[in-house]
């Protein structure tokens, strides 16, 4: 089955930095499209950043030129590295393929403080 387990998330003050990872199991990575997604409290959950699986990527308008979204096939792990965080990027962060089969992981915490 699939399993996606996020990690890296913390607390950090506005301007900072955090890179954010996320291990995929139970299908074929290097061959999906993989995505970050995030909800903030009291919010729907949100795109954030694509990659394909030959490296192409998108973002939200919302965070281009801050976030990278990267992605390593032979650990199975896709990256957000996010930088110049502002309080508004507060909120869980998810993985997911896409499209996605409706599993999602537990998610991680990132909150920004002002």
């Known amino acids: 089955q699939v399993v996606l387990v996020e990690s890296g998330g913390g607390s950090v003050q506005a301007g900072g930095s955090l890179s954010l990872s996320c291990a995929a199991s139970?299908?074929?990575?290097?061959?999906?499209?993989m995505g970050w997604y995030r909800q903030a409290p009291g919010e729907q959950r949100e795109f954030v950043a694509r990659?394909?699986?030959?490296?192409?990527?998108n973002y939200a308008d919302s965070v281009k030129g801050r976030f990278t979204i990267s992605r390593d096939n032979a650990l199975n792990t896709v990256y957000l590295q996010m930088n110049s965080l502002e309080p508004e990027d507060t909120g869980i962060y998810y993985c997911?393929?896409?499209?996605?089969?409706?599993?999602w992981g537990q998610g991680t915490q990132v909150t920004v403080s002002s």
């Open positions: 990659i394909t699986s030959g490296g192409s990527t």
């Open positions: 997911n393929r896409i499209p996605s089969d409706g599993t």
């Open positions: 139970g299908f074929t990575f290097r061959l999906r499209p």
